[in-house]
């Protein structure tokens, strides 16, 4: 499985951006998947994440309310739109996938995903 994260840029405080990731080599509708991200002087942390039937999403309580995971089964791509943007949800933002979760739970740790994207790097201006 591969994993091409994009989306990322420069935006304002209260702007929107959508994230991307598009999946290689397995249909992410046989993936659980999430959003991870990574600030400056901080360790990786979860953002949001998608069940494998994709039913079921969580959200880290930082983003409740400004961001949504969902995903286009045709387009092989997991989305995260993004709003209501706050300097501090500047990051680079990682995409993860996981092959082996066949339940309907959502994972909100870093050890629980297989496969990793590159990273793509949002910038919120005060």
């Known amino acids: 499985v591969q994993l091409q994260a994009s989306g990322g840029g420069l935006v304002q405080a209260g702007g929107s951006l959508r994230l991307s990731c598009v999946a290689s080599?397995?249909?992410?509708?046989?993936?659980?998947m999430a959003w991870f991200r990574r600030s400056p002087g901080k360790e990786r942390e979860f953002v949001a994440a998608?069940?494998?039937?994709?039913?079921?999403?969580n959200k880290a309580d930082s983003v409740k309310g400004r961001f949504t995971i969902f995903r286009h089964n045709a387009l092989n791509t997991i989305y995260l739109q993004m709003g209501s943007l706050k300097p501090e949800d500047t990051a680079v933002y990682y995409c993860?996938?996981?092959?082996?979760?066949?339940?309907?739970?959502?994972?909100?740790?870093?050890?629980?995903?297989?496969?990793w994207g590159q990273g793509t790097l949002v910038t919120v201006s005060s």
């Open positions: 998608i069940s494998r039937d994709g039913d079921n999403t």
């Open positions: 080599g397995w249909p992410v509708s046989d993936l659980a």
């Open positions: 993860a996938a996981d092959r082996n979760r066949f339940d309907r739970a959502t994972y909100s740790r870093t050890v629980d995903y297989e496969y």
